[in-house]
């Protein structure tokens, strides 16, 4: 059997099974596999999860087949409470990091992330980058290097980037791995940065060193102007006055920079992440779209100027709400169309409102047709219900009780909420310019504060971006990502809602004795053809109502069951009448001699 040599400055790493199940251990082998990866040494002694879950691939399965029958994989010793385990009777070579993690566990798993070193950093930080985009974007930020301007001062004169990497000793790797460069962070700076420091420290250098290729868009901030150019050189470590420059990669910058408040929406966002080196992949086409208005080049052509900067291009797709048609308003029974153009108005400036009003008037009807209009579709539309116990966990993300995979018992993991699922769906490539709506039914009902947590910011200045509590993520809420609210003014008054909210979104009443909702019942009725007698009815009962609050709305009289026989007077004893007689309880009204069909047909003319 050839020798099997370790990948040089690799640590062993090993996989801790649960419930007690023992632990697996390996290292990575010089040699590759056949796809491409380090080949892995699974260690003798290790334990192996016995039972084999559904979905295994028929690779991995045929292989813990084979060690269990020539006896490379033993029963090991029962132990009263542990899964059924076997363990590794020799060292077992396997094709890569993977096909090792799918033998221990007995489900495929990914390789990179499931083997730690006893320190708890995750394989992958041990490998040369792997595939990447032909051509990311990245900013570095240098208007503030221990109090100096490097992009005035040095970069967009000398044509260059940089990190300080004062303490760093000098680089043998071209490409150094993350680990080598947590090593040296680890040394260089015990005593100068905290723990998180040296964290983030290591995230930048890694992405400047190694992740970073010639031909990829660079950006820096200086002076309230963005500037954008294209790497043209590989990094270099070099002396510089202060140590405040060591690290560079040589860049061939835009002569002209960007208004920051001129930017789109979405590149503001990418540059609010507070990190001196930010990806800005996902914003790329947008900075091409820059340097192609000012300079006239293409970008991902090298940044030649041999293209016609006058050359129509094809346009690019950018958010907007369909226009009113007088279909939609004919299907709402909405004979006003400047409302339904108010609203659209509202929602592309405000991006939240809430709707407003009593029970019955259309609230959460009206906000779903407008949001499926308006998105294109129902796909884009999801809605959730506040009440009381409803909380941030719930409503964004939060460690919720699921399945263990690997222990089949309940654990507690980071799972996101209806609120996170739509921004990941909105702010998706190619999505962008879709709208996606977001519908809260009952906004009132849960304790606002409590629910939006940090992203109460975020609804206010939708170009910044925060850190979650939670998963740590610099996130922020998609351009098109819509919400609209709706509020019972019979279960809690809108003088009640606070300012904060208030600021937040734009609020519309929909009221019986107001526009839309005035008039709706006898439109309705007339298009389907009955009775005219409910709609006068209505009237002359809110006329007696003196809380507008408590107002009945036409929601009540627009279903099929209220003109089938005796329909009418059934809904009105059972629907109207308990909500006026919960109005008016302790005051000792006869609310049937008030508001019953009798009392309000003698008033009909």
């Known amino acids: 059997m050839p020798q099997l040599d370790r990948l040089p400055g690799t640590p062993e790493f090993r996989i801790d099974l649960p419930k007690d199940g023992g632990e697996a251990r390996g290292h990575l082998l010089t040699e590759f596999g056949g796809n491409g990866t380090h080949k892995f040494l699974l260690l003798e002694g290790s334990s192996v999860v016995a039972e084999a879950w559904p979905g295994l691939g028929d690779h991995a399965c045929r292989t813990r087949a084979e060690l269990r029958a020539d006896g490379g994989f033993a029963d090991a010793p029962a132990d009263s409470g542990a899964p059924p385990r076997w363990v590794a009777t020799r060292d077992i070579?396997?094709?890569?990091?993977?096909?090792?993690?799918?033998?221990?566990?007995?489900?495929?798993?990914?390789?990179p992330?499931?083997?730690?070193?006893?320190?708890?950093?995750?394989?992958?930080?041990?490998?040369?980058?792997?595939?990447?985009?032909?051509?990311?974007?990245?900013?570095?930020?240098?208007?503030?290097?221990?109090?100096?301007?490097?992009?005035?001062?040095?970069?967009?004169?000398?044509?260059?980037?940089?990190?300080?990497?004062?303490?760093?000793?000098?680089?043998?790797?071209?490409?150094?791995?993350?680990?080598?460069?947590?090593?040296?962070?680890?040394?260089?700076?015990?005593?100068?940065?905290?723990?998180?420091?040296?964290?983030?420290?290591?995230?930048?250098?890694?992405?400047?060193?190694?992740?970073?290729?010639?031909?990829d868009t660079v950006a820096a901030i200086a002076d309230g102007r963005l500037h954008v150019g294209r790497i043209t050189g590989e990094a270099v470590q070099t002396a510089s006055p202060g140590g405040l420059s060591n690290l560079r990669r040589t860049v061939a910058w835009s002569p002209h920079g960007h208004?920051?408040?001129?930017?789109?929406?979405?590149?503001?966002?990418?540059?609010?992440?507070?990190?001196?080196?930010?990806?800005?992949?996902?914003?790329?086409?947008?900075?091409?779209g820059l340097t192609r208005r000012t300079d006239g080049t293409d970008p991902a052509a090298g940044g030649g100027t041999g293209e016609d900067p006058t050359a129509e291009r094809p346009a690019q797709r950018e958010l907007?709400?369909?226009?009113?048609?007088?279909?939609?308003?004919?299907?709402?029974?909405?004979?006003?169309?400047?409302?339904?153009?108010?609203?659209?108005e509202l929602l592309l400036d405000e991006r939240q409102l809430v709707f407003y009003g009593p029970p019955g008037t259309g609230?959460?009807?009206?906000?779903?047709?407008?949001?499926?209009?308006?998105?294109?579709?129902?796909?884009?539309?999801?809605?959730?219900?506040?009440?009381?116990?409803?909380?941030?966990?719930?409503?964004?993300?939060?460690?919720?009780?699921?399945?263990?995979?690997?222990?089949?018992?309940?654990?507690?993991?980071?799972?996101?909420?209806?609120?996170?699922?739509?921004?990941?769906?909105?702010?998706?490539e190619g999505n962008?310019?879709?709208?996606?709506?977001?519908?809260?039914?009952?906004?009132?009902?849960?304790?606002?504060?409590?629910?939006?947590?940090?992203?109460?910011?975020?609804?206010?200045?939708?170009?910044?971006?925060?850190?979650?509590?939670?998963?740590?993520?610099?996130f922020a809420l998609p351009p098109n990502l819509f919400v609209v609210g709706t509020m019972n003014t019979a279960d809690r008054s809108i003088a009640l809602v606070d300012a904060a909210m208030r600021r937040r979104f734009a609020f519309v009443e929909l009221s019986p004795r107001t526009e839309p909702t005035a008039g709706l019942l006898a439109r309705w009725l007339g298009r389907e053809g009955r009775d005219p007698e409910p709609a006068r009815l209505l009237d002359v009962l809110n006329t007696r109502i003196d809380d507008a609050d408590f107002a009945i709305g036409p929601s009540y009289l627009m279903k099929p069951g209220v003109y089938r026989d005796g329909g009418l007077d059934r809904t009105w004893r059972t629907k109207i009448l308990p909500l006026l007689e919960e109005h008016h309880y302790?005051?000792?009204?006869?609310?049937?001699?008030?508001?019953?069909?009798?009392?309000l047909r003698e008033q009909l003319p």
Not at 98 to 103: F, V
Not at 586 to 599: F, T
């Open 113 to 215: 992330e499931s083997w730690r070193t006893a320190e708890g950093h995750p394989l992958a930080d041990y490998l040369s980058t792997g595939w990447r985009p032909p051509r990311k974007a990245w900013l570095v930020r240098g208007s503030n290097v221990s109090g100096h301007n490097l992009v005035r001062q040095l970069w967009l004169e000398e044509g260059f980037v940089s990190l300080a990497g004062a303490h760093l000793p000098p680089l043998e790797e071209t490409e150094p791995t993350k680990s080598t460069l947590r090593r040296f962070v680890e040394e260089g700076y015990e005593g100068a940065a905290s723990y998180n420091q040296k964290r983030g420290l290591v995230d930048e250098l890694h992405a400047l060193l190694t992740q970073m290729r010639v031909g």
């Open 432 to 474: 962008r310019h879709i709208p996606h709506f977001l519908i809260i039914d009952e906004i009132n009902r849960a304790n606002l504060a409590k629910v939006f947590g940090e992203l109460y910011f975020l609804l206010e200045y939708r170009t910044k971006s925060v850190r979650l509590t939670y998963s740590g993520d610099d």
């Open 93 to 111: 070579e396997c094709n890569s990091s993977s096909a090792a993690a799918a033998l221990v566990y007995g489900y495929d798993a990914s390789g």
């Open 259 to 288: 208004a920051y408040e001129e930017l789109p929406e979405e590149v503001q966002q990418k540059l609010s992440v507070q990190h001196d080196v930010v990806d800005l992949t996902g914003v790329l086409e947008a900075l091409d």
């Open 320 to 344: 907007s709400l369909p226009d009113v048609t007088g279909e939609l308003a004919s299907d709402l029974l909405v004979h006003d169309r400047a409302w339904l153009e108010e609203i659209r």
């Open 586 to 599: 302790g005051e000792g009204l006869d609310v049937a001699a008030r508001y019953g069909l009798d009392a």
């Open 363 to 428: 609230k959460t009807f009206l906000a779903m047709k407008l949001a499926e209009y308006f998105g294109g579709g129902p796909e884009q539309v999801k809605i959730v219900q506040f009440h009381p116990s409803y909380a941030y966990e719930d409503f964004f993300e939060g460690f919720r009780p699921v399945e263990d995979p690997e222990s089949r018992e309940v654990a507690f993991r980071l799972t996101a909420g209806p609120l996170r699922e739509l921004a990941d769906l909105a702010s998706r």
